[in-house]
């Protein structure tokens, strides 16, 4: 997740720490973005990589290739890509809602402009 910088193993199996997102648990949270499953430690997640490349009842995929449909139905149903997902669809709805304000702002804009030739047009009279 790039909400958490875990440890990740080298080929070397030396620990890495890999760098933190842009923003922290607290900023996802005030934005209402789903939480991560509190047992997800560090800890867990080496451990969860660990059983993935030794284990096939945790891993199907270790005997399947990457072209196959099965592979990436498995991978799908990781906990973590459904996290990805929950997260990916709330980044939707921001995104949507954003674009949906700059649709407003522009027409604003346009008439905003529209206004202001007109009042140029008119006689200092009125």
Known sequence: ??????AAMTAGGAPVRLPK???????FDALGYPSIPSHWTKEW???????????????????????????????SRKPYAKAI??????WSKRRNAWLRQF???????ALRSELAEELENCPPEL
């Not at 997740?1 to 875990?6: D, E, K, L, T």
């Open 85 to 90: 997902l929950k997260s990916e669809r709330h």
């Open 21 to 27: 997102g842009h923003m922290s648990q607290e900023d």
């Open 103 to 109: 649709e407003q702002v522009e027409m604003a804009n």
């Open 1 to 6: 997740f790039a909400r958490a910088s875990i």
């Open 45 to 75: 997640m080496v451990e969860q990589i660990e059983l993935e490349k030794v284990d096939p009842r945790v891993n199907p995929n270790l005997l399947l290739e990457e072209t196959s449909q099965e592979f990436w139905d498995n991978m």
